[in-house]
């Protein structure tokens, strides 16, 4: 029996969220608990690092170690994964251990524009105006309303025992004047076969016509919300939030090995449930009462985040031969799942191509609609995972690379998410040997961002200050100076900063820039040599994902993390993925020909595809080995 | 808040079943709750006067009223509907008060063979030795056992997350070998489409081919159920019990009132759940473990059955123009609604053709084969609410008519269902004016039985004993004397009767009788008549229903029952509803033919069919005021 006595009360600073914890809980865990993230790149492991924290008073259970020295202990800072909770404490988490949710609070997107040639949603609504039953005619109601139904052309109907439940006090009510939704559900494993129809929902009919499905995009990092009414084919604006999961790891790995901990993936589960219901709530400030007229959700994520987000275990994602259960996914309810909608709102997840090639890539190339195209197309969503498609409306191959976590920040040494603060402009002035920095926001720097690591690395690299093995020409700016972990370039002084520290760009970060890039360059050159091509053949180049918005092209092309070809040929579609969602919900046959795309697609696993580690050792310098690949571009 | 204090012990005798009951509840909801069955053919409205029990020891709050006399009062006799706890007390329920479950508990029903010329269940089973997964193709689970199937033809597939989820930790934990079970199901409104495939569970494969099916049949008065081995097409033997809700009221209407009740509706479906749950229980222990392999059920019942099964509210049953929410069923999870079967099992209700006529008949027509052959047939079920289909392979036409209680025991001073103790045989010796009773189980007569009390009147009327007109000729035999509600005869005095009481039969009973068949029969008139035909063009008669069994043919013709056919036209098939749910199980198409008769059935209320009442007002005789209707048998 637990007493009183065995819970510690953790006041957690600067927000003053109190957590009552069970002695032993981490200190984590407890902060999750209470709706704050902290940084957890390893998913509370204790080999990251990046969740440290601040013991302002009272105690925790805590040591020193590999990754918290005896000097930072002394200083009162504590790994929030490997403290445990053993009495009353004060826990200041410092901003770089936040994920900064403030950011995507605001951020709406900004290419909303989704449109379809043909409004033909796979959820239609009938307006029924029955025949009242009378001596002569005491059909069942349900029978009426599936004749009614099929007079209307739809025919194959199924209805679950809830929706039959209500539908005679519905009839009645209204005057047997009612509107039907039906939802068109084609089988998993069969294009051409005639897709069922569902009743959805019968509720009386009224004059207006609205109603609404959902587009949810559920990103490793951030989800993205958007309703679409039906009715009109109109998408409204979308709204977004850090994925409440980050606090368990920071990549797709990480949480695979948390959710195979107790507990683990029901935890994930609600992590992200919880992240996607927060945005419901503010989409009912748009259209207040949407939920009772919204009758689907297109989802689209990661194979990991599907799954996560379905409860279903991922764990031989991870394992050789990276078989994930489900690839087509069967239409769930989206309560059934918690997510806070109604018990007869139903919830699609896009199919994925493989473990590491999943919904949100297909979703994506649906919305940048190449698949239908004759022009030979990359497209790419650059990330930790970094996903690549190649192809045109004749065939599509498809891979994913591991690029590690440089582009969002991590194992750079003062790497942050793209979130004020973070340094994401860089101009240097090789005759004053002295730079100008843009930060987000304005305010004083904390950190860098992924495209900021770009745009600085390409900038060092033409001043000279980096050469082509990533590393510095020590004697060329007097701002590279010897630091503890090796040469390093002075980004910000201590002074001028917002840590209180000088923020530096080490010969490690470059390092780790070049490894991602390079992942990404020779997925592309494998791709393409695939199929008989080069590079040049290359007639549009598309960039999707939330990375791309911020990217200089041409600097992403002077490290060589794009191909060099004209600028026109480039094409930033926006978050793709929850664009693809939009037109799913908007067209039928484009929820169909987004299961033709998974079906169209030929996945390569790179590591197994011979030539790839060649490819990939030939990267490894500031822009590439073979320099014909990357003709001067006129600097 | 309550404390110990408001409840009140009550012990009920013989049983000894001891209830905790708040003050204030009614005896009735205490012993139901206590799981004894009390009859209360009103409802529990306390208007008919069946739930009289004896206090033998503490207070109830009661008083005498129209139906329990002041007299009585005195005795310490209580209506257990009207009787409200208020203190410690004990009470006795007499044997007349009780639904003798002990019959039901040892019956077996005796004709079982049911055969279908191919065996082709909706369920499949299929084998599947997959490839396990490797580099070169790493399918996801579900697409590599999707295209499995389809390789068996099983294509137009749907699965539940539930089976998604276990399905990658089975193939691997069973080197992909698995045994994958798939349910055809079918629109509800569209004969012709091709039904969907739904994968119900995917299992390790094992040597043991046997999987199975439930028939159920859910009978106002009493449920049975079959296991089925759908491998082998065996049916096992049946089991049945009474209709737990049978304390809520005997016939369908009075259930239908007390679902309208608070909470009502949800007590219902909860007593004839539980009763279900016990039969499946005895059914484990014919095949140990079956529910681990028993994938769907198939149930008929009447339409208020089924809805209050379903939990779905059937007040518009009993409201003109008596339309049913539902007449074709979705298929749903029989755990959906509380039936004890593995998740993954599904439940398919029989459709009704009416308010009236219900799955059972459907069921019971699908049994009997006439619905395919050349021969006008005549099929009935007789009971409180008696059901009439006449027809061929061409046409169905059907109606429900209500014959009151008679013929269950209602309405009849010393009527009781067919159990131990029931009078249902007799024999009159016109010399020596005295007779010999046939009872059940040859104990002493506690009442007698609605064939009991067919035989006895028919038997009676020869004698001269009855008239046509129903009355007593009360010179014709010593046993016909004056009682308290008139002329009554004296079946058995009270010193040879088990209730310690002279057992009689009234002019009143006579006239229940006389109103009950008269309905009957002048159902059959004015179908027969409704498409130009005679009853002498009748070529069958088939009599379906518990009733049927113990059905004397001859006295049934005597007293204007059954019409006057030859006696070989005559077919008796015993549980024809669970005989249809056995053959539905076995074979699709089979299934398939149940919706066809469905569909095929032409309705008639009887009270809006012009000349009904004419017809029924002409029935009221013995046998029949036309009496070339019914020639001389040769008695």
Known sequence: MSTEKDFAELTFLPDRVTVKAPAGETVLDAANRGGLHINASCGGEGVCGRCMVELRGGTVDAQPGLYLSEEDFAKNLRLACRAKCSGPAEIFIPLES???????????????????????????????????????????????????????????????LATARTMPEVLRASGFKAKVTVSLDPPINDRAAKPFGRIVSVAPADDDESYYALALDIGTTSVWARLINLATGEALPSVADLNGQISFGEDVISRIVYAGRPEGLKRLQLQVTNTVNKLLDRLDEQVPGYRQRTYIAYAAGNTTMSHLMAGVDPKNIRLAPYVPPIAAWPTLRASQIGINMEPFALLKFFPSVSSYVGGDIVSGVLASGFYEREELTLFIDVGTNGEIVIGNRDWLTCAACSAGPAFEGGGVKFGMRAAPGAIDNFLYDRNLNKHYLGVMDNVPPSGICGSGLINVVAELFRAGVVNKQGRFETDRSPLVREGEDGWEYLLSPAAESAGGKDVVLTEIDIENLIRAKGAMFSGYQTLVEAVGLEMGDLQRVIIAGGFGKSLNLENAITIGLLPSLPLERFLYIGNGSLSGCTLAALSGPMWLAANDIKRMMTNFELSETPGYMDKYMATQFLPHTDASLFPPMGD
């Not at 449109?115 to 109601?141: F, G, H, M, S």
């Open 98 to 160: 936040r994920g900064d949710a403030s950011f995507f609070k605001k951020a709406v997107q900004a290419d909303e524009k989704v449109t379809v040639e043909t409004l033909a949603p796979t959820v239609k609504q009938a307006c029924l105006i029955l025949q009242p039953p009378d001596q002569a005619d005491n059909t069942a109601d349900l029978d009426r309303v599936a004749a009614a139904l099929s007079d209307q052309g739809l025919t194959d109907l199924y209805v679950d």
